[in-house]
């Protein structure tokens, strides 16, 4: 790492200290930091978001033997977890340390933790030397960022953006795409939330396939732990986005084709063909083929999906990914974004 990256990162930890809000690279998506010990800091980092307080918020740390300084009661699988997955894109539900804020809980007596990898963010961690409470750096509802520039548009729109956010890290590209997946520990039971790039066979893997099983994790909205990603619409694009089989969304989009409105595809090789053929010419504003390896897919999408929304058309088609337990997270996000919102 540059020297610039040095100064960039001793500039963003006076920032953090004195209160303020840094966005940050991790390998998932880019988060707005904010010191998780200060009550100002968290109070400002609700209103910049538009996010409602009731909403809990991950405490990023540096090393697993901060761990204690925010979770009590640990159990060994957290452990087991954190071996094998951390720095990388794992949050741990885990009971919070007595001294937690509600602010970082929204009131529960739960507190969401992950390690990063991005090296970025694990030297701003260690040189911040306390956790960071950071959500995606996106408003509220709206898709996360995986660049700097992406969160720079974010919250370009404000009248005074210097006020909102402080600074913003430039880590390059997001590597995993989509945010981290959430495992509950709570009440001697793994549960997986929120799903990601670490999937349910990886997480049974590491705790046994007795002391977890996939079918705990299908939904989160029916615990009682709130988790706000959890709503329907969240992590939304602002064009009308539908997820269909290959056969649905060539008829789909044909039939808006007839109509003179305009479309964006997001389409695996074989279907985008078709498509081509079957438009034979007629000028279609974005058909673009979409990665078959999961990695690459899940690192695209929420880039392709800002992109398409930049474009301003009518409506966004995806196609429907594989049903396989390695594409639940990003299946989960393409679900939220189609979802229609609730109010
Ligand atoms: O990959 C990620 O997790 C990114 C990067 C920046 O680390 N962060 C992220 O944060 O996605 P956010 O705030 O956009 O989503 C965090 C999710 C929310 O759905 C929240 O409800 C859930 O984590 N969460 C946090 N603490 C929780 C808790 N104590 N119990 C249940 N859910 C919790
Ligand atoms: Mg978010």
Redo the contacts with the bound molecule.
């Keep these: 790492m540059t020297a610039d990256i040095d100064q960039s990162i001793e500039l963003a930890v006076s920032k953090l200290k004195a209160g303020l809000l840094v966005a940050f690279p991790?390998e998932?998506?880019?988060?707005l930091g904010a010191d998780a010990s200060s009550a100002a800091a968290l109070e400002r980092l609700y209103a910049v978001k538009g996010r409602p307080t009731s909403?809990?918020?991950?405490v990023?740390i540096a090393s697993v033997e901060q761990l204690t300084d925010w979770a009590k009661d640990i159990p060994p699988q957290a452990y087991q977890l954190a071996e094998r997955f951390w720095p990388g894109?794992m949050?741990l539900?885990l009971p919070k340390a007595d001294h937690v804020l509600s602010q970082v809980?929204g009131g529960?007596d739960?507190?969401?933790i992950?390690i990063?990898s991005h090296p970025v963010a694990l030297k701003l961690l260690k040189a911040f030397a306390g956790g960071l409470a950071?959500?995606?750096a996106n408003r509220f509802g709206r898709l996360?960022p995986t660049s700097a520039q992406a969160v720079e548009a974010e919250f370009a729109d404000s009248p005074d953006s210097s006020d909102e956010v402080a600074l913003v890290l430039d880590g390059g590209p997001c590597d995993v795409g989509i945010?981290?997946t959430?495992i509950?520990l709570l009440n001697s039971q793994a549960k997986i939330?929120?799903p990601g790039m670490i999937d349910a066979a990886s997480v049974a893997e590491v705790l046994g396939a007795e002391a977890f099983s996939s079918r705990s994790s299908a939904s989160a909205s029916a615990g009682e732990?709130?988790?706000?990603?959890?709503l329907p619409s969240h992590y939304a694009p602002q064009t009308k986005l539908t997820v269909a089989s290959s056969e649905q969304l060539i008829e789909l989009v044909l039939e808006l084709n007839a109509m003179e409105r305009s479309a964006a595809v997001f389409a695996f090789d074989s279907t985008v063909a078709k498509l081509r053929s079957n438009l034979s010419g007629l000028a279609f504003d974005s058909l673009v083929v979409a990665p078959e390896q999961v990695d690459q897919y899940a690192r695209s999408l929420y880039e392709q999906l800002r992109r398409f929304d930049k474009l301003k058309l009518d409506r966004i088609f995806v196609e429907a990914v594989p049903n396989a337990s390695a594409w639940d997270g990003v299946r989960d996000r393409l679900e939220r974004a189609s979802a229609e919102a609730s109010t």
């Design positions: 991790t998932t998506v880019y988060g909403h809990p918020v991950i990023h894109p949050t539900i809980t529960q739960s507190v969401g992950r990063p950071a959500p995606s996360s945010e981290s959430i509950s939330l929120r732990t709130r988790v706000p990603g959890a």
